[in-house]
């Protein structure tokens, strides 16, 4: 039986690749409590999470999916509150990874990263721990005073309105110009965002022309902890409709994302702004982007605000978006881009004239960035 077990072990390791590659599996602790595991795959494939009892376990599945020899022969220590991290393969094109977890207090959140500067496609898992489950985290040394709570420092928003003053974006048949629906969503969320206690600036604060180059540096100057771009659609294809979201990435999610993100970078133009000399340091901000934290955590934001608007707005099929924006190219500011619908759809852009819709999306949007910076836990 030994000798036949084997043999089946050794068959299914060796099992021929069905097109998906795990090409390598990292783990990281930014504290006691929070742990980030990255996958990268040769391509985006399905991934299943779940929980196993007795003992407590977290496990991956990918689908139709191989190891490769770097994932196969690591040799996995324990990270944080992971007791132990080991591979499986419970049929023959099903990768499995398994962790080891605390039975308690555990909340996880994963998310696909789509291929840009130089990576491949990630898959990416988020796990944290409350702090009341960790010891370590809790307690003092006896006969010493502990350091008194930090209060937590509010955090700051930077909501920038697409367009403005001889830019004004689409235009719907009845005249509505985009430049002003994003001020009017921006300046609405403002409120909102400022009575839940966020610090909100705006890139622009009436209809004026702000260049793409600035809006991005105005955000470095609050050092803000997110950047929201407002804007609204208009298609040649007067039935496209639905809001989207998108983060940055040097291949475009598909030609519609591409061609968006191309017309959206023309703004400077409009202005009279020599683009020629944003070039290099454009180009630098480019390379600064292989910084993975922040295209993470645009990406995290992301999910977290589709999974809370879902409820309340049309969304295009595939809401997550990727393409080459100017002003998502921040190094070191997450930052996202929401194309509210379209206003070249009649109906849709009725719905946008109304309040009750815009404050619908915007309580979605707020409630989004509190579980985003709930999950960061800074």
Request: cysteine-free; charged content about 25%.
């Amino acid at each position: 039986m030994r000798i036949l077990y084997l043999f089946l072990m050794a068959f299914l390791f060796a099992f021929p690749s069905l097109g998906v590659t795990v090409q390598d599996v990292r783990f990281s602790a930014s504290s006691p409590q929070k742990v980030r595991l990255v996958a990268d795959l040769s391509e985006k494939t399905e991934a299943k999470v779940f929980r196993l009892q007795n003992p407590p376990r977290l496990v991956v599945d990918f689908e139709k999916a191989t190891f490769s020899s770097v994932v196969k022969n690591n040799t996995f220590k324990p990270v944080a509150f992971i007791e132990g991290i080991r591979l499986g393969v419970p049929q023959p094109n099903i990768g499995r990874l398994v962790l080891d977890i605390p039975t308690k207090d555990l909340t996880e959140n994963h998310f696909f990263l789509p291929p840009g500067a130089g990576k491949t496609w990630r898959f990416v898992i988020d796990l944290t721990l409350a702090e009341s489950t960790n010891s370590e985290a809790t307690t003092y040394h006896k006969g010493l005073t502990p350091f008194p709570a930090k209060a937590p420092r509010q955090k700051i928003v930077m909501l920038d309105p697409g367009h403005g003053g001889q830019d004004p974006g689409a235009i719907s048949s009845t005249g509505k110009y985009e430049k002003h629906l994003t001020l009017l969503f921006a300046n609405e969320a403002k409120k909102v965002l400022e009575k839940k206690g966020y610090t909100v600036y705006m890139t622009r604060t009436n209809d004026t022309a702000v260049s793409l180059r600035s809006r991005i540096e105005k955000a470095h100057k609050h050092n803000a902890d997110i950047f929201i771009s407002i804007h609204a659609d208009s298609a040649k294809n007067k039935s496209a409709k639905g809001l989207s979201i998108y983060t940055i990435s040097e291949k475009a999610s598909d030609a519609e994302a591409a061609a968006l993100a191309e017309r959206e970078n023309k703004a400077d133009i409009i202005l009279g702004i020599n683009l020629e000399e944003y070039q290099e340091s454009i180009g630098n901000i480019l390379i600064d982007l292989a910084k993975r934290d922040t295209m993470d955590k645009s990406a995290q934001y992301a999910e977290l605000f589709v999974k809370e608007v879902r409820h309340t707005a049309q969304l295009k099929s595939t809401p997550h978006r990727f393409a080459g924006f100017v002003v998502l190219k921040s190094p070191n500011i997450p930052s996202v881009l929401i194309e509210l619908g379209y206003l070249s759809n009649k109906k849709e852009e009725k719905m946008l004239q109304k309040k009750s819709y815009r404050a619908e999306i915007i309580t979605a949007l707020a409630k989004g960035l509190d579980q985003y910076f709930k999950e960061l836990g800074d």
